[in-house]
């Protein structure tokens, strides 16, 4: 395979593949960490490796963008943008993360935040929403890319 451009793409498909295997094993962390499974030194140890693991995958991406501004692919380097600020969104503000700590407080019984947790959830749908649209957009021009070639 000689062209470049495709060898990015699935460069950066493989590290998205990463970063999904990352929020599944946080996802399988935190539902043992509800079901008193894992204590929350070990909770809090798995979530610090994982958002470290999120931050090398980060840091790739922001490579392979970079690479993209650097060859003249302004358009790649702009749907790489549009991913990683969808999945930072997802990962601060939205957030699996928010939702998390909400339910954690409501469940030692500190607070009630169902309405707020309902809110949080629907934004973290939008999120995944534009995750999923910029990610047909990226196997699209993958696909164009495997055409040409």
């Known amino acids: ?10 460069q950066l498909q493989r590290a998205q ?18 079901k008193e499974k894992c204590p929350e ?23 392979i963008e970079s690479d ?5 692919r302004a358009d790649l380097a702009q749907l790489v943008r549009r991913l990683q600020l969808a999945e930072k969104e997802k990962l601060n503000d939205a957030s699996t ?20 947790v309902e809110e949080a959830k629907q934004k973290l749908q939008h999120t995944m ?3 999923q649209e910029a990610w047909d957009d ?3 021009e993958m696909a164009e890319q495997a055409y040409e070639e």
Do not use: H
């Open 68 to 72: 993209f501004r650097d060859t003249d």
């Open 17 to 34: 593949e990463t970063r999904i295997a990352l929020y599944q094993e946080f996802e399988e962390a935190y539902q043992d960490y509800l």
């Open 97 to 116: 993360v928010r939702i998390q700590i909400y339910t954690i407080e409501s469940k030692k019984g500190d607070m009630d935040y169902d309405a707020t």
């Open 138 to 140: 990226i196997r699209q």
């Open 129 to 131: 929403a534009e995750i």
């Open 41 to 63: 030194e070990q909770y809090s140890s798995i979530c610090k490796i994982v958002t470290e693991g999120f931050q090398e995958v980060s840091w790739e991406i922001q490579a």
């Open 1 to 10: 395979m000689s062209n470049p451009v495709l060898k990015k793409l699935q």
